[in-house]
């Protein structure tokens, strides 16, 4: 996703093995679908890395210094073309738990209403 225009995914690293059983979606993608998303996406730098022996995943370096690592094991091309589009289109901040279920500048002093309340 761009941020003020601009693309936060900087990096885009695509690690497949080209021996394992679980990286054989991934090389379909690689054959597929990856020239047409380099071609779509010019502002990204797609690298391609051969690891041998461990599961294939998808790894986006950010503009913010951070990184999301996705596992993409048995997975068919067409998932991990969603998946990659889902990391472009992220903007790399990190996911931060909500203390409550309800979020307002001005909480109830007498408290949140529930159905289980006793008049």
């Excluded at 003020?4 to 690690?15: A, D, H, P, T, Y």
């Excluded at 996406?41 to 990184?67: A, C, D, S």
């Excluded at 289109?89 to 909500?98: C, D, I, Y």
Aim: net charge positive; with cysteine.
């Amino acid at each position: 996703m761009a941020l003020r225009g601009v693309w936060q995914l900087q990096k885009l690293i695509v690690s497949y093995s080209d021996w394992g059983g679980s990286s054989k979606g991934i090389r379909a993608f690689m054959e597929t679908h990856l020239p047409a998303f380099k071609e779509k996406n010019p502002q990204l730098e797609v690298v391609t890395e051969l690891i041998r022996g461990q599961h294939p995943h998808l790894k986006g370096f950010y503009k913010n210094h951070n990184q999301r690592v996705v596992c993409v094991k048995n997975l068919m091309p067409e998932d991990v073309l969603l998946h990659a589009s889902r990391l472009r289109n992220a903007l790399g901040r990190k996911v931060v738990k909500l203390r409550t279920r309800h979020v307002t500048k001005h909480p109830s002093v007498q408290g949140t209403w529930t159905t289980a309340l006793k008049f």
